[in-house]
């Protein structure tokens, strides 16, 4: 899992969205309840309400979902059923005793024919594979999608609805609806070898898609990747249950070592006919994202160098091959890819951001590549595109001009005039899902302290339509727990350097007196553990568990050091090349800065983390080790040179050219400073970050003769979850706090 991203992929392991217990009343904290473990991990008493199986239809006034087997549509406004557009008994196939058991589905242009998954099987983060069934509304036939074996990844209906495409064993295939004859697109893919149609496990980890095909706009062509991964190292990970343990191999690039060679082509689906793009000579190079643009036969391909410091846009026609750079856009340090770039119709014009002025701002290009204007500009950034009218050439976007802190709605026209700002002013959070006609949009809003809240809004002006969830249950019973308050607060190091940080004292805290700490650390490139939303920009479970033990008389603190996102690039870009330093170093520093506080026991400050936290962990206990008591590192990468080629060349180059850069701050390299207590956690089966990271640093400590203590989990992934996996684990994490701190 990507590091960045892991605070949402722990969330999303849990039983629903994130909340925050809102402050306490009056009554003693005597009187109230006190968290347990198993209420975050088995009985999901604080579980969030929310608008379930929300998917948008062409009318932008409802939505549709899957209910009991049955595909059902909503009216949005009300959120009430309108019809059932695909009852469950018509997904029953002949000879079957029950309906089929459907996880998935997705509509054609037309919205006329379904296309459902069953058996889903994941693979990785991203990836995962199928039995698809296509479902006409019209005639009411179920037709498998496919009659070979083997179950299918990634089926998209053709725009014109009249073809699937999917990929079956690395192999690309189109499928006639009107024939069921089903064509190989491709024939060479071979596990651990070649893969069309899809991305390889760096790609869909680190640039954040597995689906490697698109259909053009108007249905003639299917844009498609192959990878030849022949070259690219092997990691091995044994699975553990048999007798004999069984081997999990798969191509894992480490950094400094070699990557797939990517290529793009495009394939005419009425000639049969593929012709390979042309993304340029150097083979050594990255194919971070593919777009059809508004005008026909033309592929907008984005090509990046190795170091990630070069961006560059083409334009390809899907007839000849032909390719030309319309668009460059360049960084002393990296550049990052994201799902901004829109064309417009017309095919004259193109939205994309860039952080070229310090700051994520939008930008407007010809299709030549010449800047017609800024759209935005300002000391703060853009966070995402959330929708697009055409017709009024109004672009909607989330970003954190209020506060970093914060994420709000706004609007501006294509001229970068009449910007608005739609969500409601006030503190907090807000995540949006807008119609694809801008009509309407979903508001999730939520701030440190408040249960979120789901409400249906107006896309032109931001007002409310209706509330949909507003978790009042669940507000009134926080208040029947012991809960502190979480308080967000700034401060100066002793180098000047001003870090966001939050704060949570036990309910019944009391100045006079003096207590524990324990930071809670991510600081990854880019990522915020400091943020007003529901889970003070955290997992909530972990939040939850922080407050299990603010009552038991620790304060939790987590600080966003340098590196840390939505400040501007001169922040976040500060560690490049030197990943580990300036982090540990502005952690150290709050844990100084909070030993100056009164309240607060100099001698007991620990830390935590998990993923780039676990990192920062290990390092922060033998690089810093005077200043921390006790530490859970939890997954960590101890030496860069074990972690993929993407995220870590784009961070500190590579090994071969910045080998400083990968060993001065590595844990192993640290580990005779080690003084405090250690639990070191990972799981066995972690194809992230691999359990050879903690192998080497508990290694090197058996060297330094240091003692630690291990907790491994078998067969588990970055993640650590499954049965009771999560409530072992911090079962044991709590048991390590309250015995060393």
Same mark, same amino acid.
């Given at each position: ?16 969205p ?11 904290a ?5 968290i ?54 018509a ?38 594979k ?19 074996p ?6 998209t ?27 190989a ?33 108007d249905?003639?062509?299917?844009a ?46 009425a ?7 042309d ?15 508004q ?6 391909i ?52 860039s952080?070229?002025d310090?700051? $994520? *701002? =939008? !930008?407007?290009?010809?299709?030549? &590549? #010449?800047?017609?204007?800024? %759209?935005?500009?300002g ?27 914060? $994420? *709000? =709605? !706004?609007?501006?026209?294509?001229? &970068? #005039?009449?910007?608005?700002? %739609? ?22 809003r ?9 409400? =249906? ?12 969830e ?10 029947e ?17 001003e870090?966001?940080?939050?704060v ?11 207590y ?21 920009g ?12 603010a ?29 580990g330093?300036?982090e ?6 709050s844990?100084r ?23 920062m ?13 006790m ?21 500190l180059?590579?090994p ?14 640290h ?9 070191l ?61």
């Amino acid at each position: 899992m990507k590091f960045r991203s892991f605070t949402l992929a722990l969330w999303l392991a849990t039983a629903g969205p994130a909340l925050v217990p809102a402050l306490l009343t009056t009554a003693s904290a005597q009187q109230k309840q006190n968290i347990t473990l198993e209420d975050i991990w088995q009985k999901g008493t604080f579980a969030a309400k929310s608008v379930p199986g929300f998917n948008w239809m062409n009318d932008g006034r409802f939505y549709s979902s899957l209910d009991e087997g049955s595909l059902v549509q909503h009216d949005v406004t009300t959120g009430q059923p309108v019809q059932t557009l695909v009852a469950a008994t018509a997904l029953q196939l002949p000879g079957q005793p029950q309906p089929l058991p459907v996880d998935g589905y997705s509509f054609n242009a037309d919205e006329q024919q379904v296309l459902f998954s069953t058996a889903t099987e994941p693979i990785y983060r991203r990836s995962s594979k199928s039995t698809f069934y296509i479902y006409n509304r019209q005639s009411k036939q179920l037709t498998p999608l496919s009659q070979a074996p083997g179950k299918q990844l990634y089926a998209t209906f053709s725009p014109d609805g009249k073809r699937v495409a999917f990929v079956r064993d690395n192999n690309l295939f189109v499928t006639d609806l009107a024939t069921m004859r089903e064509t190989a697109v491709t024939t060479d893919g071979a596990l651990n070898r070649i893969i069309n149609g899809g991305t390889d496990w760096v790609y869909e980890e680190e640039f954040e898609f597995a689906q490697g095909f698109q259909w053009s706009p108007d249905s003639r062509y299917v844009a498609f990747y192959t990878f030849d991964e022949s070259q690219v190292p092997e990691y091995n990970m044994q699975e553990w249950g048999a007798l004999y343990p069984k081997d999990y191999r798969y191509k894992y690039p480490k950094a400094g070592e070699k990557n797939s060679v990517v290529s793009v082509s495009a394939y005419d689906v009425a000639a049969a006919k593929t012709t390979k793009l042309d993304v340029g000579p150097e083979q050594d190079q990255y194919i971070p994202r593919i777009l059809w643009t508004q005008t026909p036969d033309l592929l907008s391909i984005r090509r990046m160098n190795r170091l990630q410091n070069k961006l560059e846009i083409l334009h390809a026609n899907a007839k000849t091959g032909q390719s030309q750079v319309v668009l460059t856009d360049t960084d002393k340090a990296y550049v990052e890819v994201n799902d901004d770039l829109r064309y417009l119709q017309g095919g004259k014009e193109f939205l994309f951001s860039s952080e070229k002025d310090g700051y $994520r *701002h =939008l !930008y407007l290009y010809t299709m030549g &590549g #010449k800047l017609v204007r800024q %759209l935005t500009k300002g000391p703060w950034e853009i966070t995402s595109i959330d929708g697009f009218d055409e017709k009024k050439g109004l672009v909607y976007y989330t970003s954190t001009e209020a506060s970093p802190l914060q $994420r *709000h =709605l !706004y609007r501006v026209d294509l001229k &970068g #005039k009449g910007k608005t700002r %739609l969500s409601e002013a006030g503190p907090g959070t807000n995540v949006v899902n807008m119609s694809a006609d801008t009509r309407y949009y979903l508001n999730y809003r939520s701030d440190a302290g408040q249960p979120q809240v789901v409400s =249906l809004r107006n896309g032109q002006d931001g007002k409310l339509v209706k509330t949909l969830e507003d978790n009042a249950k669940l507000r009134q019973k926080l208040t029947e727990y012991n809960l502190g308050k979480l308080e967000f607060i700034n401060f100066k190091t002793a180098e000047g350097v001003e870090l966001n940080a939050s704060v949570l004292k036990p309910a019944n805290f009391d100045a006079s007196k003096k207590y524990p700490v324990l930071m809670y650390v991510y600081g990854g490139p880019g990522s915020q553990t400091v943020k007003d939303d529901a889970g003070g920009g955290i997992a909530f479970t972990n939040y939850l568990w922080h407050q299990l033990l603010a009552e038991q008389g620790y304060i939790i603190v987590s600080v966003d050091n340098r590196g840390t996102g939505a400040r501007g690039a001169q922040f976040k870009k500060s560690t490049y090349a030197n990943l580990g330093k300036l982090e540990t170093d502005d952690q150290a520093a709050s844990a100084r800065y909070l030993a100056t506080l009164p309240y607060v026991d100099k001698a007991r400050i620990g830390i935590w983390g998990w993923s780039f936290g676990g990192y920062m962990t290990a390092l922060a206990l033998t690089k810093n080790a005077d200043v921390f008591k006790m530490g859970i590192s939890v997954a960590p990468v101890t030496n860069w040179r074990y972690y993929d080629t993407v995220y870590t060349e784009r961070f500190l180059k590579t090994p071969q050219e910045n080998p400083a850069g990968y060993d001065d701050n590595s844990p192993v390299q640290h580990a005779d400073k080690l003084k405090g207590k250690l639990l070191l956690v990972h799981g066995t089966g972690d194809d992230n970050v691999h359990f050879q990271n903690s192998v080497a640093f508990t290694d090197a400590m058996i060297k330094a003769n240091k003692d630690y203590q291990t907790l491994y989990y078998p067969n588990r992934n970055h993640g650590i979850y499954g049965g009771t996996t999560r409530l072992h684990l911090y079962r044991q994490m709590t048991d390590f706090v309250l015995k060393n701190l």
